[in-house]
């Protein structure tokens, strides 16, 4: 049995649709950072059965999460000359029932513990590719840290190691339960309907560079610039999309606030979000406690996670 676990990422420069759909390939440049403590932990199998066994979360998946998980598995077989069946059981050990999104953390640590149950040696690079026809996110989980995942590139790469930056992620837990709509269908709707989409798409280079260049230069504050003028630009090309798609939630929009006074008063605090209500808050280390105590009195925060730059996917020791 070979065991991976691989950690969620939030990506300060967004990405927000495809280039090319059927290989998954992203239209837009993203940056991320890699979160410590938001795990998933998956082990891998062979088993002599005629078909595979996905367990997600404690039930037997169907339906389109167990086909993202056979699609990798078919593949990852094909390069090892295997037919043999694998059962997979992944767990997500987020500390919240939240729904924070775990497909960049499930597959990244998917695409490690099925290769290696499959005897394949798999670099970096390879296990992101892999990560990424799944789930184009999942590509950056693969790296610890600070990592990008380029356009017209198949993975994503580290740009730098967790400790560059001194920071925390704050995670505002707005709302319960499952989003209305998931990512990958609503980045083709936006791509399809949104005339705001091409604008978003021809802006994104700039606001990469923009945001790469802070990080490498540890200049925290345009680096969240950065950060929230991604999220709102790529929520901007959404709403306009028809019909809208829309994800703030009026809590959402109450902690956006927040953070932005927080920052009048003199806090280094900026807001992202993703296919989703909550809010994910960057600042450094050293005001993570006054930000957190702050946000949580508010009555939009039901829950909030503080999360340092975390590492990169790895085995464990099978039991
Ligand atoms: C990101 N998101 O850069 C962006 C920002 C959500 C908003 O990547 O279709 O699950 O599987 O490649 O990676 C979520 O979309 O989409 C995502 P697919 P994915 O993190």
Not at 60 to 85: C, F
Request: hydrophobic fraction near 50%; charged fraction near 20%; aromatic fraction near 4%.
């Amino acid at each position: 049995m070979s065991v991976a676990v691989a950690h969620a990422n939030i990506a300060l420069i967004k990405y927000w649709g495809k280039a090319d759909r059927a290989l998954n390939l992203p239209a837009v440049p993203s940056l991320s950072l890699t979160l410590a403590g938001l795990r998933t932990r998956t082990e891998a199998r062979l088993i002599t059965g005629a078909e595979d066994a996905v367990t997600l979360d404690g039930r037997p998946a169907g339906g389109r999460p167990r086909a993202r998980v056979i699609a990798m598995l078919d593949q990852l077989r094909a390069r090892a000359g295997a037919t043999s069946r694998l059962a997979i059981t992944s767990h997500n050990e987020f500390p919240t029932a939240a729904g924070l999104a775990s497909s960049a953390s499930g597959f990244a640590a998917l695409a490690l513990a099925a290769s290696h149950a499959l005897g394949l040696e798999l670099t970096r690079q390879q296990l992101s590719a892999l990560a990424r026809q799944a789930s184009a996110s999942a590509a950056r989980s693969v790296f610890g840290g600070w990592a990008e995942l380029l356009t017209g590139c198949e993975h994503a790469s580290p740009i730098a190691p967790p400790e560059h930056l001194d920071v925390r992620m704050l995670v505002a837990v707005t709302r319960r339960g499952e989003k209305a709509i998931g990512s990958t269908e609503a980045m083709l709707h936006t791509a399809e309907t949104s005339p705001y989409y091409d604008a978003w798409v021809s802006s994104a280079g700039a606001l990469f560079t923009r945001g790469k260049s802070a990080l490498l230069a540890r200049d925290l504050p345009e680096l969240g610039r950065a950060m929230e003028h991604s999220t709102l630009a790529m929520h901007a090309s959404m709403l306009a999309a028809d019909p809208g798609v829309l994800y703030f939630a009026p809590e959402s929009l109450a902690v956006m606030h927040a953070v932005r006074e927080l920052r009048g008063r003199g806090f280094s605090t900026f807001f992202t979000l993703d296919a989703g209500p909550h809010v994910k808050v960057l600042c450094p280390s050293v005001e993570a406690p006054a930000v957190a105590k702050e946000l949580r009195a508010l009555p939009a925060v039901l829950e909030l996670l503080e999360a340092a730059p975390g590492p990169a996917a790895e085995l464990l020791e099978a039991p």
